[in-house]
């Protein structure tokens, strides 16, 4: 496999975990379960498939450093910089961009900087069973088996079983559904969770850009021409802004014909997209309380989630239940719990409101 390559995308800004995550220290930085940043336990689990220098990240010029220092050992030139966000359509394009002008057989897994995966054996049996069928010219995708009716969640709806192996074709790929819609979706067993983690040829994908998005197309493309000349540095950021942002769902998974889901029941995934979901990951007390760090005391209460950065801060609880209580440096974040995705609407309304040094 020496032509798989790993492609991480690290350049959000994770704001549905704020106060945690703010500017200068984004999601992918934030210890969320042991001593190791979410960065470092993603590069980590992909050592074992991919040798370092097969290790791609993109991500912005204000994050590179802090990932290097994260991860010292992976090379400088690994880091692909995106001028500004423009979506993951666009994001993978620059990847494969990066990738065909180093090796024409390249195939990538495009992967991200903020995924809970628990076990790690597995993961790496779909990697090494998606490379087999992305050689074939599939897009693969890996579908992540639903626990209950998600409406954060995007969905494939499974086809058949391929003659070879556990994939299976995909008809169609669903964007966030209503409730009601997320219960039909469990109840016929025919749909997984769109983990947004996708294996194909560098080529293979190009291809698709020139069928779907044939503007994408032709900025990536550009951009190739640069790197080919050696003078896309100071030509990418200008090129760049003619990108209209665009999901790489959106933009070519729902319309894509030749899509392989290979099911992956038993991976112990998450996003980690907002604080509810850290009650599907953390360690609970007895009446379902959550300690993130520090110390704490529960009477008559349930259900809740205690963050403080203050070492040694001791947080108390009585008499509540269901909330969210994040205590992060010049801000604290009272939530009730199931509301949590609205906390990216706080950060709307502080950026509207000119209140910077709380982002």
């Not at 993978?92 to 628990?118: F, Q, R, S």
């Not at 995007?154 to 409730?179: A, M, R």
Request: glycine letters at 8%.
């Amino acid at each position: 496999m020496d032509n798989y390559y790993a492609v991480i995308m690290a350049g959000g800004g994770g704001t549905r975990l704020w106060p945690l995550s703010r500017k200068d220290r984004p999601k992918q930085f934030l210890k969320i379960i042991g001593d190791r940043s979410m960065f470092q336990i993603a590069i980590d689990r992909l050592t074992e498939i991919f040798a370092i220098d097969h290790i791609l990240v993109v991500t912005v010029a204000s994050q590179v450093e802090g990932l290097h220092q994260e991860y010292p050992s992976l090379p400088r030139e690994n880091f692909i910089l995106e001028p500004m966000p423009k979506g993951t359509a666009a994001v993978v394009g620059l990847g494969a961009a990066y990738l065909l002008e180093k090796d024409p057989d390249a195939v990538m897994a495009v992967l991200t900087a903020d995924h809970i995966i628990e076990n790690v054996d597995l993961f790496h049996l779909l990697l090494r069973n998606a490379y087999a069928y992305a050689l074939k010219g599939h897009l693969v995708t890996l579908g992540i088996e639903p626990t209950f009716a998600a409406t954060g969640y995007g969905y494939i709806h499974s086809g058949e079983k391929l003659k070879s192996g556990c994939g299976l074709q995909v008809k169609q790929f669903v964007e966030k559904p209503d409730l009601d819609t997320a219960k039909k979706y469990l109840e016929s067993k025919e749909y997984f969770w769109n983990s947004g983690m996708f294996i194909w040829q560098a080529e293979s994908i190009m291809r698709e850009f020139g069928k779907q998005m044939p503007a994408l197309d032709e900025t990536i493309n550009e951009i190739r021409s640069h790197l080919r000349k050696g003078d896309a540095e100071p030509f990418i950021p200008e090129i760049w802004q003619t990108i209209q942002p665009q999901t790489i769902d959106y933009g070519i998974m729902e319309h894509a014909e030749d899509v392989v889901v290979l099911p992956a029941k038993g991976l112990g995934w998450s996003d980690v997209g907002s604080w509810d979901s850290l009650f599907d990951i953390l360690p609970t007390d007895e009446d379902g309380n959550i300690s993130g760090s520090g110390n704490m005391i529960s009477i008559d209460s349930a259900n809740t989630l205690c963050w403080s950065e203050i070492d040694g801060k001791l947080i108390a609880l009585v008499g509540i239940e269901d909330l969210v209580i994040i205590d992060s440096g010049n801000a604290l974040l009272i939530c009730k719990k199931g509301q949590t995705q609205k906390v990216k609407e706080v950060v709307s309304r502080i950026k509207d409101q000119g209140m910077d040094t709380y982002l």
